[in-house]
């Protein structure tokens, strides 16, 4: 499997504090019927770390089943505990992931050679695509462009980078260090079409939980070569993206703008908050804006 394309970093619905199982499939539908690549449930923007263990994996199974083939299922299942990220991702494998997503340990702020063994003990428990994801912002630490380019040397299964450090020229450091066969995917909405115009092969997206056909175009003009309907589309969508990310922290304005539509309720779980009531007619407005609400 290569990963290529728009892949949605997909929300957890919560209804009365579960996941809310019906809002959920919903949001699959809606997603295949977008057109995406994939989708990645349980990143970031699928709140991963206030979940339980057991609701983590029932929402990585109930993505797989509610897919059904139709598009690929990223398994977000890293963790800054390798023997955790090796156990779910084992986990993940058995009820049928395309691939699995693997954040840069947190918090620890591991060392290069730290980052290298814990990608490498995962990389070796499994035959799923590894998808790495480097993003300083959250981490702490990013996954130096000489590490990963020694991973893909030596871990057949990593296969691909989802690079969210906003700079455009490590994309150019790490084009001059990787196979070709090696995937980088831009994991910031507003970059796509510079990403992809250095060597990037794809998007994982926040935008894409409410626009997924857009975004899907986007991408698809990006990567076929189609410089100018790019960047009219990335032009076009900036304000978008821009305000799905700036009104609060990601999650919390993608997630009050499903709900503003109805596919989800309001809630988000401590010690992130919902999007305070002065910021909910800004967003409406811009939902409005490109008619999606």
Known sequence: MKYQGLYTAIVTPFRNGKVDVDAFKALVEAQIAGGVDGI???????????????????????????????????????????????????????????????????????????????????????????????????????IGV?????????????????EAGGSVDRVNQLMQKLPEDFSVLCGDDGLTVPFISCGAVGLVSVTANVAPAQMKALVDAALSGDGRKALALQKKYYPLMKGLMGLDVNPVPIKAALALRGDISWEIRLPLAPLAEEKREVLADLLRRFELL
């Open 146 to 162: 000489d590490t990963v380019a020694r991973l893909a040397a030596d871990c057949p299964t990593i296969t691909a980078l989802k």
């Open 40 to 142: 990645v449930p349980v990143g970031t923007t699928g709140e991963s770390p206030t979940l339980s263990h057991e609701e983590h994996m029932e929402v990585i199974r109930m993505g797989i089943e509610f897919a059904a083939g139709r598009c690929q299922v990223i398994a977000g299942t890293g963790s800054n505990a390798t023997e955790e990220a090796i156990r779910m991702t084992q986990e993940a494998a058995r009820l049928g992931a395309d691939g699995t997503l693997q954040v840069c340990p947190y918090y620890n702020k591991p060392s290069q050679e730290g980052l290298y063994r814990h990608f490498r003990a995962v990389a070796e428990c499994t035959d799923l695509p590894v998808l790495l994801y480097s993003i300083p912002g959250r981490s702490g630490v990013e």
